[in-house]
């Protein structure tokens, strides 16, 4: 069982469309994190949330930290081919332990 | 600055056969990650080291043995390896002693085929 499940797993949309991903567990973390997977290449940060209710945005993303810190989402406004990649979250829980635990991803494919 | 980087990039093995799975990192970071990944499982953690000479498991340690006798390097080895270790691996550092900003920089990742 997936400490944290994201949803949908795969999306595949047009350009200029609006979409959201949802990261959520049963699990209280710390905080929580998005990476950015693209083809052959190791994830990459794009935003870390810690406050419950945090909202950050980066140029057309959203993220949003739920009020009791167990669920994500990632909102992207007018989509562009460039985003197109395999979007991670994941999570600190508040053990000390420096690794994270990740969530299976969500798979978004961008089309001209 | 080369940060992060594995090898081989891709390794193709037979089942019974030792493997040692390479990573070296160029920032002095203290801690170092070992995770799979495989299709609808993420990023599972194999084994995380603290320093040079502390290692600790992760969710899936077993078939794999690490060492870290140097702070910029900790390789992977699969003892004996088994169909089921077919997967993407990715080594991964954490730059210095952030508390919950944790923010782990990766590797290329090594493809591992046992076939």
């Known amino acids: 069982t997936q400490l944290l499940e994201q949803s949908p797993q795969f999306l595949s949309i047009q350009e200029g469309e609006n979409l959201t991903v949802y990261c959520n567990s049963s699990s209280v973390f710390s905080s929580l994190q998005w990476y950015r997977q693209e083809p052959g290449e190791g994830p990459v940060l794009l935003v870390t949330v810690v406050t419950g209710g945090e909202v950050k945005k980066l140029k057309r993303l959203t993220f949003q930290f739920g009020d009791a810190r167990k669920d994500s989402s990632l909102h992207i406004t007018a989509a562009q081919t460039g985003d197109t990649g395999l979007y991670l979250c994941a999570g600190k829980q508040a053990t000390g332990r420096r690794a994270l635990t990740f969530g299976s991803g969500t798979r978004l494919q961008v089309q001209p | ?115």
Not at chain 2, 13 to 26: A, I, N, P
């Open chain 2, 1 to 115: 600055d080369a940060g992060i980087t594995q090898s081989p990039r891709y390794k193709i093995t037979e089942t019974g056969r030792q493997v040692t799975l390479m990573c070296h990192q160029t920032w002095s970071h203290s801690y170092m990650f070992w995770y799979r990944q495989d299709l609808g499982h993420g990023l599972r953690l194999i084994y995380y080291s603290a320093a040079a000479d502390i290692t600790d498991k992760g969710e899936v340690p077993d078939g794999y043995v690490v060492s870290r006798s140097k702070t910029e390097n900790f390789p992977l080895t699969l003892e004996s390896a088994t169909r089921s270790q077919t997967s993407v691996y990715f080594c991964a550092s954490i730059k210095g002693l952030a508390g919950v900003y944790n923010e782990q920089f990766f590797g290329p990742g090594t493809r591992l085929t046992v076939l």
